[in-house]
């Protein structure tokens, strides 16, 4: 059985994609991941606090996962390309949920500078990944936002049409 932090980890992602961060309680995580309120607190003093390490982990999944997934690539296009098939290689592991950090930007208040904080420096290091791949900043900006709406648009039609013309564009773009 994995240790108290973990399972409460584990658990908001579940939650949180499932039911949204507004629909989800502290009692709801503390129950269904076995936890003792204590053990919870313990880890976590909020559940901003709790959301602000899901993404932190989220972060360092989703990056390991992708430069997992691209390693095997030499060329920059192949591994521009193989970004986006790691977008559907995601959809189809995680049911197209979407990303969990524009998800939960969705649902916090414009003011939550904690979370928000956490949420742009993700889309940063995005950017960053796509720039230090083609050095030059116009073609890295858009393919970033090629990206980041074959996102939005395959969660929300649950499919991956778009990544696949985005791939096309990128093929041709760089």
């Given at each position: 059985m ?8 584990d ?12 629909s ?14 204590a ?23 989703w ?8 390693s ?14 790691f ?7 995680e ?32 950017r ?35 990544i696949?013309?985005?791939k ?7």
């Amino acid at each position: 059985m994995a240790l108290p932090r973990e399972r409460i980890l584990d658990k908001a992602l579940d939650l949180f994609a499932n039911q949204g961060y507004n629909s989800t309680g502290i009692n709801q995580i503390i129950s269904e991941a076995n936890v003792a309120k204590a053990s919870f607190y313990q880890h976590f003093k909020s559940k901003e606090d709790l959301c602000v390490a899901f993404l932190e982990a989220r972060h360092k999944y989703w990056f390991d996962q992708l430069y997992n997934f691209t390693s095997e690539k030499t060329d920059v296009k192949s591994k521009i390309v193989s970004s986006f098939d790691f977008l559907i290689h995601m959809n189809s592991k995680e049911d197209f949920r979407g990303c969990s950090f524009l998800n939960i930007l969705a649902e916090i208040p414009k003011d939550n500078s904690k979370i928000l904080k956490v949420i742009q420096e993700h889309k940063k290091d995005l950017r960053d990944y796509f720039f230090s791949l083609v050095g030059d900043e116009n073609i890295s900006e858009h393919i970033y936002m090629l990206f980041e709406s074959s996102i939005m648009e395959s969660k929300m039609f649950k499919s991956n049409q778009l990544i696949e013309r985005s791939k096309m564009i990128v093929d041709h773009l760089v």
